[in-house]
């Protein structure tokens, strides 16, 4: 098995060599027909071929089995192997000077249709592999150990994913060294361990026992019974590490969703200038007081921040009591109950969002003493500071703001959290324009 996944990976390693090759040389020569006759082939190939080999370098982590994993991963590893490609030979057309050399047409087309390419070939095999999987072909036989709910739920779940090409040859629920020796000479793909992860000694009586196998090993933490968040494994000091959970927002995601903030946030508040100006006019104009409200308020990491909103209520209004919610039964005036309902009295949390104190896609921040009720009393709570407070998100465009359900909205946050991506981030606020600002839970 392990022989014919080596053939396999080599096999697809050629297939995406040669078909950057050809979409680099089919691009070419309709550039060539259409635009400039005057291309230099032999210099093209060169770079074409330079190019296909720093991909497969750069792109291993697209060559391991895919057997059960999530195809947008996929995607991910294959795109993030293209534009690291494509920077490398931007860097090295740029300091050999050589930028003058080629098309730069040719080279954004190359790079949007090789990508098209190997995405498209990805998802043609993982649907072939599928079906040819759920009909018994290229098969992986495994034996679970464990009679625990992690156990079963490892039994449900291969059952229900005939098309993964997992098969439970035998599983064990009662541990003994008999059972165990005879398991070890057993011609399995894999042995899944499904064993508390407290007890150390049967941890180890079982690998003692299975040392004999030449089956992969592999051992499944009994957290079905924990709300884990980016969970993952990392190394430290040269020590592995089991992460429970964390923050998405790390290395190059947290570039992008950097940049993705300043640009964004630069953008809009150049196109609603006008808009501020004018409501700044008319929040002084219809009641006395400053025309903005700042109100401290917890972001990332448990960070304290103020932060900024058109003002819509009086200004000694809670001077004597802090309340949570109850927004809509509040002293305001006509105009504030108006911006309140369209939730215009949110749009200077852009200058926040410049300021680096949120961002613009987020879970909203709530305020020190409601933090500090609020994550004894809802489960997980405080896990939606780890990323930035935001000015939408995906509780607020479900309709989860104002007075509703708190344990709905931190469900909807978490998800946010579990399942971020650039996509998701363009999705909200796309969605914010038609269900966040008029809701009928915004006053």
């Known amino acids: 098995m392990a022989a014919s996944f080596l053939i396999n990976s080599y096999l697809i390693r050629l297939f995406d060599f040669v078909m950057i090759n050809v979409v680099g040389l089919v691009t070419f020569f309709v550039l060539q027909y259409f635009k400039d006759p005057g291309l230099d082939l032999q210099r093209y190939t060169a770079l074409m071929v330079l190019a296909s080999l720093a991909y497969l370098v750069l792109t291993n982590g697209a060559y391991r089995s ?25 860097i090295w057309l740029v300091f050999s000077k050589s930028t003058e050399m080629y098309s730069r047409l040719w080279l954004s ?39 625990g709910s992690t156990a079963e739920e490892l039994v449900t779940r291969i059952e229900g994913s005939r098309w993964s090409g997992y098969r439970i040859q035998t599983h064990l ?5 008999q059972q165990l020796t005879a398991l070890a000479l057993q011609p399995l793909n894999e042995i899944w361990l499904a064993l508390p992860m407290g007890d150390d000694s049967q941890m180890r009586m079982v690998m003692e026992h299975l040392k004999l196998s030449t089956a992969t090993i592999r051992f499944v933490p009994d957290w079905f019974s924990f709300r884990l968040i980016n969970h993952g494994v990392s190394e430290v000091l040269g020590m592995q590490m089991i992460d429970l959970y ?14 993705e903030d300043y640009v964004l946030a630069t953008l809009i508040l150049i196109l609603i200038s006008p808009l501020i ?12 007081g400053p025309i903005f409200y700042r109100q401290e308020r917890i972001g990332w990491n448990g960070e304290v921040f103020e932060i900024l909103k058109f003002r819509s209520m009086p200004t000694n209004l809670e ?43 987020g ?17 997980d709570y405080m896990k939606k500071h780890l990323v930035k407070a935001g000015i939408t998100g995906w509780a607020q465009i479900h309709g989860w703001r104002g007075d509703t359900d708190l344990h709905a909205r931190i ?33």
């Open 246 to 259: 964390g923050t998405p927002m790390a290395g190059v995601n947290l570039f992008i969703k950097t940049v």
């Open 363 to 379: 879970p909203r921040p709530e305020r020190p003493i409601f933090v500090e009720q609020f994550k004894q009393e809802i489960p």
């Open 66 to 90: 895919w057997r059960g994993g999530n195809l947008w991963a996929l995607f991910g590893q294959v795109a993030a192997g293209v534009l690291k490609t494509w920077i490398l030979i931007l």
């Open 319 to 361: 001077e004597e009591q802090v309340q949570w919610g109850g927004s809509a039964n509040k002293s305001v005036t006509a105009f504030s109950k108006w911006m309140r309902a369209t939730s215009l009295d949110e749009l200077p949390q852009f200058f926040n969002v410049l300021q680096g104190q949120m961002s613009i896609v």
């Open 411 to 443: 469900e909807h946050d978490l998800y946010y959290i579990e399942n971020w991506s650039l996509w998701l981030d363009f999705k909200i606020i796309f969605l914010t324009i038609f269900r966040g600002f008029v809701n009928k839970n915004a006053y």
């Open 173 to 177: 629920r009662e541990l003994s060294p």
């Open 109 to 147: 087309s190359w790079a949007i249709g090789s990508l098209i390419i190997l995405c498209g070939s990805r998802l043609v095999s993982y649907i072939l592999l599928r079906q040819y999987r759920a009909k018994g072909v290229n098969l992986r036989h495994i034996a679970i150990i464990g009679s």
């Open 277 to 288: 100006l004018i409501l700044a006019i008319c929040v002084k104009v219809s009641s006395p």
